[in-house]
């Protein structure tokens, strides 16, 4: 199956990164995510929607299962499914999201979404994730650098 991997160089603690993908303030203003249940016990759910053009209803829902949740170091997120209100419900995917402090001032992290299938509506949200994590990243970084 195949995998997309991004990764970005942040100038924030590793705690701070991670914090970002848990905080429902962090999401909003970096991911413009509507609303969040995030519980971050092994196990827990994490689940986020995006609002769009859809009168009284969320464009996009992705949801898993947390499978880890170290502070500052890790967080992976299994049986992962997408849902998008114009295409087939997609998953289950495994995202994991590694962080490591890279200097005093400065964190790397790196992001892995795999378990794509092959074919229609599979291909195209490859396509999308492919384009769309390196954008995400840099949106968080943008947020991170300018509200630490």
């Known amino acids: 199956m195949r995998a997309v991997s991004a990764h970005a160089v942040i100038k924030a603690s590793c705690h701070r990164i991670l914090e970002a993908f848990i905080s429902m303030s962090d999401l909003k203003n970096w991911w413009s995510v509507s609303r969040s249940l ?3 016990a092994r196990g827990g759910l994490y689940s986020l929607a995006w609002k ?5 209803g969320y464009q996009y829902v992705a949801s898993g299962i947390i499978d880890s949740f170290i502070p500052g170091e890790e967080l992976i997120i299994a049986k992962f499914v997408y849902f998008n209100f114009e295409k087939n419900i ?3 995917f495994r995202l994991t999201i590694t962080v490591k402090q890279v200097d005093p001032e400065y964190s790397k992290i790196d992001v892995v979404q795999s378990g794509y299938q092959d074919g229609g509506d599979w291909d195209w949200y ?7 994590w390196p954008q995400a990243l840099g949106l968080l970084k943008d947020w991170l650098e300018n509200n630490p």
């Open 126 to 132: 490859y396509t999308s994730v492919v384009k769309g």
């Open 52 to 56: 769009g053009a859809i009168e009284n």
């Open 90 to 92: 997609l998953g289950p």
């Open 38 to 40: 995030i519980e971050t």
